[in-house]
């Protein structure tokens, strides 16, 4: 089973998440510190701007001492930087596989259905794998948290549509420019929002243009943004040369009317202009809106989009944790399977042992006179008999701890009964203890909190 | 000979059938990169291969000029259309566009089945002539269905952006820009091979003397189509037409060359029945 520990944008400010945050090339040095420690056998190492995380399992595999193994994780990511040990969180077991299926399906990140969350998780498993931490645990379980969250992305809408007005903006006006290199977008007036498209925009490439009435303060704007200063006196000129026109003036009335639009038509050769109206009392006449390529968004419009999205994602947030649960069975059937193994294998070798010896005396006494070939064929027919005897009783086992009617208490009776009954406890292989089942789906909220139980190190914990 | 037509016949059906699953999958598909996106083009790829192999050997077989029967000319025109597409893809954001090119390509493979492989046979006009008049106007087809096909994404694009409804659909189409972009330049390459399409057309009017009604409502549409793509073209240039009023007059267009075809393929029907 595996552990995770790690802090994240729920537990830990940015100030103190940067502190831990490792660039990429360190991770594999990391790592293998982590591997070196007592009781971790596997690691592998969640980096991102929200969150540091690792998921290790124990030197033993399935049957290491959990808590043991979670005492090194926070002792190692303590150790990492000063003052966070009071942010880290550890899951362990099937908590710990439900809350990385979650993080790789992007139902705990800051928001929710991002797409970036699954490809970290994909490169952090890559570099262990590169780097020799990943064991069997964690080979079993991560691929299986990539699939849930392959799944989500497919079968779920989780990830559909934009989530801030600044992004709303920008993905429209992409679905009109598709490519923004040699478009000219016009900023009229002052505001964190409009600016953050602004920028947004001249970083894909755009031209932008700053026009304002104030000469001094279009000048810092300008500089601010990235853009170029532009008189009151150049707006038509501007609108003219614009695809793109973002508003967030103070002006009582509209800065840009129907008419002026309307009178630019034949100059814009029928371009497409794209309105962006921040400002309230709005800048740009509704009217222009009736004119053929011309596109208007005020803010109630951004808002109702983003709300829409938001609302639309809550939703599929349920969706999307059914999806977790029914992957999680799929781990579980794996994680119950490895009860059976060690007693099958101890049985095998109880039995093996023993039809081999009586073998061994038979061929000393009274088959002593047979040959090479006698004797190997021999040993033969002795491993077929012990495999077809040892088949029924086998399946059944398996068959049994993965039936999910069938409770774990009771999968550990049987174990325990077909370890006394053949008296498997002197055979060299050890029986892991039983893993939890997991916990029914928890019921999603829009900020997708951590549902299950959680164990906080530090008094800042859950 | 006949055994390789068949085959092909029955492989590039299946292509395009499966590059038009696989376009309509990316197409729904709500976000992110999909297998299908990739696979798609391969498959109208191989589709149009296996189609031209068809067109070669059907032909070679049954000892007819491709462009010189409704039935061969039907397919290349589909041929003519999937290969535009997959260079054109190339250049623009053209995916979504993907799934009406496959769909068109596949029917007219079916669809030219049911028409007669008989040869026109026009007494007093040349051979040669004639060849060209079929050439130019299927490659007229070819891209007038491309372009009638991007302004159709053209309109659903800017209506969805008009009434501030995006929707995950829609923000998978092409931008408005690269459709429009793209349609007017399939106007402007399909525009002359359809006024030598038009003028040799009329040579052969003159020639055969008076014509039927069909013939007649033929010629009508032939001529419509050519107006209409002209006026769109010169609106655009002179007054700066573009979007939504060049893509319905491409549409408007697109219908009447269907409708030409449709009666061409309704005459021949009727003709080898």
Redesign the interface.
Known sequence: MIVVAGLSHRTAPIAVRERIALPKAEIPRVLTQFVARPAIGEAMLISTCNRVELIVAGKNGPASELSAVGRDAVEGLAALASGVRQHLYVHEGVDAVRHLFRVASSLDSLVLGE?QILGQVKDAFETARVAGTIGGCLHRTVPRAIRAAKRV??ET?L???QISVPSVAV??A??????FRGKTVVLLGSGEMAETVAKLLKTAGTRLLVVGRNEARVGVLAAAVGGEPRGWADLSAALTEADVVITSTSAPGFVVDYDTIHGL??K?????LFFIDLAVPRDIDPKV?SL??V?L?NID?FE??VGETRQSRAREAQHAERVVVEEMAGWERWAESTQVTPVVVALRARFSRLLHAELDKSLKGRLKHLGDEDRAALAIMLDAALNKLLHAPTAHLRQVVTDKDFESYRVEQLMNAVAELFELDAEPVSVPSTPSRPAPAPAPDAEGAEPSRRRATGTNGE | MEGIATAAFYLGAAAYAAAAVLFFLDLA????S?AAAVVAPVALGVGATLHAAHVVTASLFSRICPVESLHFSLSLSALILAGMYLILRTRF?LQAVGAVVAPLALTFLIGAQFVGAEQHSITGVSRLLLILHITANLAGVGFFLLAGAAGAFYLV?ERS??E?R?T?L??K??????LDRTEHRLLLTGFPLLTLGVVTGGFFASRLGPAGGAELLRSALGYATWILLALVLVM?AA???????SAYGTLAGVLCVTTVILLYVIKSTGASG
């Open positions: 797409p992305r497919t809408q990830g559909a549509g993905d429209l992409r679905q009109i420019f598709g490519d038509r034949r814009r050769r029928g371009r497409s809106e053929s390529e596109f968004y419009d109702r989009v | 598909r709500r976000e992110g999909s954001r694009q952006l008009k501030k995006p995950w829609t923000a189409l092409p931008p408005l820009d690269a655009r007054a700066g037409w573009r979007g939504r009023r």
